[in-house]
């Protein structure tokens, strides 16, 4: 898995829906990069301009809540940003987080002690949160192996093609 | 073990005896949706399955609704992916122009949900389903890829809350007055990753149009799902769309919950949810009669039958106030015919009401109804985020059908019983 070194913090409130990060007005297209030239543009006009490869998204409770558009963490994704922290999710969102491979972490301390413009270290095996602005390390809930196979595998969609391939080599076609 | 509805069908669906809350377990599916917006990303997805087929050619819903009929080229184009897809693989519910109808309310008119069944949709309102005692849930367009190819998915089993109801609801109260006092009660995350399961006495009285609404808002206060138990309701209900044997599964008596909330129907009041948040509740009759430029009757959650004849009832022979644009969709082409047969549409027309072709439209900002800088809207979807029916500047407030008309004929927001007085309830 990937690490984040030293990464800027963009800081928000608690029930950040998935409206605001890709507004409904731009779903007629899953072009991520398209998407990315949106995201969170409703709360933040400055973020989509702003934010730099390997930043860390920082929020409250129920990052995500809202419509189950995928749109929105491949539009986090693509913008570059390496971790969402939050202080809880929206289920959608997470399963969808997991699905697509964004990096996400449930960590109420890490995310109530950040501030936008903090700079931030996150090893996602070890599962811990360092603030390097305000020097504190915080632990955040490790994922269960199950979604982290997922995760392990690159996604959903490679975790189901490797489990078909393994069933093909069995002699068991699923396929059938 | 003992279980709560929701864990029993699970258990039924993954093959184990029992589950109990926080279990992982893989279920097999009855029906896989998707729509215009997240189809595309799915079939994207499915595509890169080496080899993939669709499980069932019959267990696989597409519905254009959010942007069709197309807004655009690129709506166009999304909902042109998705009839080539339906085509290539011969999937036997695809629905064009003509027969298409907003997905919560078209699958279960046309019989596709029933009880004891488990559903995957990658829309978040899919939780609508729980209404006839099915267990159903939003996905992402993945999941629905990885499902349309596998027939099954991953869950993990939800601890649930109970909502007892007692008593019978009064004057122009309904299950969406219901819904939201609860969801301005709990929180938007107060049911987070639980399923809502509703019980008690006062569900006989409810009609099923109102359990789909209540349903259909499980996913506002966060929840996995929101549940019914089966009832005589429930069963003609079934029997009037489908002819497909069905499970019925109900809660054991001794089934934990991690929390029980007893509501009595008859203190439930007309409630609007100011901006921002499904939770920002108030009394209809509290809202200090903030001015409206629009009002907008539809959605899955109201655009039923029974919301149309309501809100026709209130803007016959009233009218819409001047400066207020009323906006009328009917939530399926069905009952769009019946509101046409009954005079409803005519009722509407009439009293200076717009009226659309089924589609999502303007619940997601999507068309036919976009709101400007500094414009606000009553609306009788589900939703009032920001920017949710257009400029980030603009406000929605959610209500029910009864008060959504009672404000288009006012121009503010207005507790229905001071327009026109309630009439008795069946
Ligand atoms: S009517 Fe609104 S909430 Fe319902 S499916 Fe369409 S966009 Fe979603």
């Given at each position: 898995?990937?690490m984040?070194?030293?990464y800027?913090?963009?800081?928000?409130?608690?029930?950040?829906?998935?409206?605001v990060?890709v507004?409904a007005r731009?779903l007629?297209t899953?072009?991520p990069?398209e998407?990315?030239?949106h995201?969170?543009?409703d709360?933040?006009?400055g973020?989509?301009?702003?934010?730099m490869?390997?930043?860390?998204i920082v929020?409250g409770r129920?990052?995500?809540?809202g419509?189950?558009r995928?749109?929105?963490?491949?539009?986090?994704?693509?913008?570059?940003?390496?971790?969402?922290?939050a202080a809880?999710?929206?289920?959608?969102?997470?399963?969808?987080a997991?699905?697509i491979?964004?990096?996400?972490?449930?960590?109420?301390?890490?995310?109530?002690?950040?501030?936008?413009?903090?700079?931030m270290?996150?090893?996602?095996?070890?599962?811990t949160?360092?603030?390097?602005?305000?020097?504190a390390?915080?632990?955040a809930?490790p994922f269960?192996?199950?979604?982290?196979g997922?995760?392990e595998?690159?996604?959903?969609?490679?975790?189901?093609?490797?489990?078909r391939?393994?069933a093909t080599v069995?002699?068991?076609?699923?396929?059938? | 073990?003992?279980?709560?509805?929701?864990q029993?069908?699970?258990a039924?669906?993954?093959?184990?005896?029992?589950?109990?809350?926080?279990q992982?377990?893989?279920a097999?599916?009855d029906l896989?949706?998707?729509n215009?917006?997240?189809?595309?990303v799915a079939?994207?997805?499915?595509?890169?399955?080496?080899?993939?087929?669709v499980?069932?050619r019959?267990?696989i819903?597409?519905?254009?609704d959010?942007?069709?009929?197309?807004?655009?080229i690129?709506a166009?184009e999304?909902c042109?992916?998705?009839?080539?897809?339906?085509r290539?693989?011969?999937i036997?519910?695809?629905?064009?122009?003509?027969?298409?109808?907003?997905?919560?309310?078209?699958?279960?008119?046309?019989g596709?949900?029933?009880p004891?069944?488990?559903?995957?949709g990658?829309?978040?309102?899919?939780?609508t389903?729980?209404?006839?005692?099915a267990?159903?849930?939003?996905?992402g367009?993945?999941?629905?890829?990885?499902?349309?190819?596998?027939g099954?998915?991953?869950?993990?089993?939800?601890?649930?809350?109970r909502?007892?109801?007692?008593?019978?609801?009064?004057?122009?109260?309904?299950?969406?007055?219901?819904?939201?006092?609860?969801i301005?009660?709990?929180?938007?995350?107060?049911?987070?990753?639980?399923?809502?399961e509703?019980?008690?006495?006062?569900?006989?009285?409810l009609?099923?149009?109102?359990?789909?609404?209540?349903?259909?808002?499980a996913?506002?206060?966060?929840?996995?799902n929101?549940?019914?138990?089966?009832?005589e309701?429930?069963?003609?209900w079934?029997?009037s769309?489908?002819?497909?044997?069905?499970?019925?599964?109900?809660?054991?008596?001794?089934?934990?919950?991690?929390?029980?909330?007893?509501?009595?129907l008859a203190?439930?009041?007309?409630?609007?949810?100011f901006?921002?948040?499904?939770?920002?509740?108030?009394?209809?009759?509290?809202?200090?009669g903030?001015?409206?430029?629009?009002?907008?009757i539809?959605?899955c959650?109201?655009?039923?039958?029974?919301d149309?004849?309501?809100?026709?009832?209130i803007?016959?022979?009233?009218?819409?106030?001047?400066?207020?644009r009323?906006?009328?969709?009917?939530?399926?082409?069905?009952?769009?015919?019946?509101?046409?047969?009954e005079g409803?549409v005519?009722?509407?027309?009439?009293?200076g009401?717009?009226?659309?072709?089924p589609?999502?439209?303007?619940?997601?900002?999507?068309?036919?109804g976009i709101?400007?800088?500094?414009?606000?809207a009553v609306?009788?979807?589900?939703?009032?985020?920001?920017?949710?029916?257009?400029?980030?500047?603009?406000e929605?407030?959610?209500?029910?059908p009864?008060?959504?008309?009672?404000?288009?004929v006012?121009g503010?927001?207005?507790?229905?019983?001071?327009?026109?007085a309630?009439?008795?309830r069946a």
């Amino acid at each position: 898995m990937k690490m984040a070194n030293g990464y800027r913090v963009w800081k928000y409130g608690d029930d950040v829906d998935t409206d605001v990060i890709v507004p409904a007005r731009y779903l007629t297209t899953s072009v991520p990069s398209e998407l990315a030239a949106h995201c969170m543009e409703d709360i933040d006009s400055g973020f989509a301009s702003g934010v730099m490869k390997g930043d860390v998204i920082v929020a409250g409770r129920n990052f995500g809540c809202g419509s189950s558009r995928e749109h929105a963490p491949i539009a986090i994704k693509a913008s570059g940003v390496s971790c969402v922290v939050a202080a809880s999710f929206a289920r959608i969102f997470y399963r969808n987080a997991i699905n697509i491979g964004l990096p996400i972490l449930e960590c109420p301390e890490a995310a109530a002690e950040a501030d936008s413009g903090d700079m931030m270290e996150i090893d996602l095996e070890a599962g811990t949160v360092s603030n390097l602005t305000k020097g504190a390390t915080r632990n955040a809930a490790p994922f269960p192996p199950f979604m982290r196979g997922i995760m392990e595998a690159g996604g959903l969609i490679e975790y189901v093609s490797a489990q078909r391939k393994a069933a093909t080599v069995d002699g068991k076609d699923e396929r059938a | 073990m003992a279980m709560t509805m929701t864990q029993k069908i699970l258990a039924a669906h993954s093959g184990e005896v029992s589950v109990e809350a926080g279990q992982l377990i893989e279920a097999g599916l009855d029906l896989v949706l998707g729509n215009d917006v997240t189809a595309p990303v799915a079939i994207k997805e499915f595509r890169k399955i080496e080899g993939a087929k669709v499980f069932d050619r019959s267990k696989i819903a597409l519905v254009p609704d959010h942007f069709a009929p197309n807004k655009d080229i690129k709506a166009a184009e999304q909902c042109k992916a998705m009839r080539d897809f339906a085509r290539e693989h011969n999937i036997e519910h695809y629905f064009e122009i003509g027969c298409m109808g907003i997905e919560h309310a078209l699958l279960p008119e046309r019989g596709l949900v029933l009880p004891g069944e488990l559903v995957i949709g990658a829309d978040s309102h899919t939780c609508t389903y729980g209404a006839v005692g099915a267990f159903s849930t939003g996905v992402g367009s993945t999941d629905m890829a990885a499902g349309m190819a596998t027939g099954r998915a991953w869950f993990k089993v939800p601890a649930a809350i109970r909502f007892v109801l007692t008593g019978k609801m009064a004057g122009w109260a309904t299950g969406k007055d219901l819904i939201l006092s609860i969801i301005g009660a709990i929180g938007v995350d107060g049911a987070l990753y639980r399923s809502m399961e509703f019980d008690g006495p006062g569900v006989a009285a409810l009609s099923m149009d109102e359990r789909f609404s209540i349903a259909n808002m499980a996913i506002e206060a966060g929840a996995k799902n929101g549940i019914f138990p089966v009832d005589e309701r429930t069963r003609a209900w079934a029997a009037s769309v489908s002819s497909r044997p069905f499970a019925e599964y109900s809660a054991d008596a001794d089934a934990e919950y991690e929390r029980t909330v007893e509501i009595d129907l008859a203190s439930v009041r007309p409630t609007v949810a100011f901006p921002h948040l499904p939770s920002n509740t108030r009394l209809a009759a509290d809202s200090g009669g903030v001015a409206v430029d629009q009002v907008v009757i539809g959605s899955c959650t109201n655009g039923r039958i029974e919301d149309l004849r309501v809100a026709a009832s209130i803007l016959k022979g009233r009218g819409v106030a001047r400066g207020v644009r009323c906006i009328v969709f009917p939530a399926t082409q069905k009952i769009y015919l019946e509101a046409v047969r009954e005079g409803l549409v005519e009722t509407f027309i009439e009293a200076g009401a717009v009226v659309s072709t089924p589609t999502c439209g303007p619940c997601l900002g999507g068309h036919m109804g976009i709101l400007a800088e500094g414009e606000r809207a009553v609306a009788t979807t589900n939703r009032n985020f920001v920017g949710r029916m257009g400029h980030p500047g603009s406000e929605v407030y959610l209500a029910s059908p009864a008060t959504a008309a009672a404000s288009a004929v006012t121009g503010r927001i207005t507790d229905p019983g001071a327009v026109m007085a309630a009439p008795e309830r069946a």
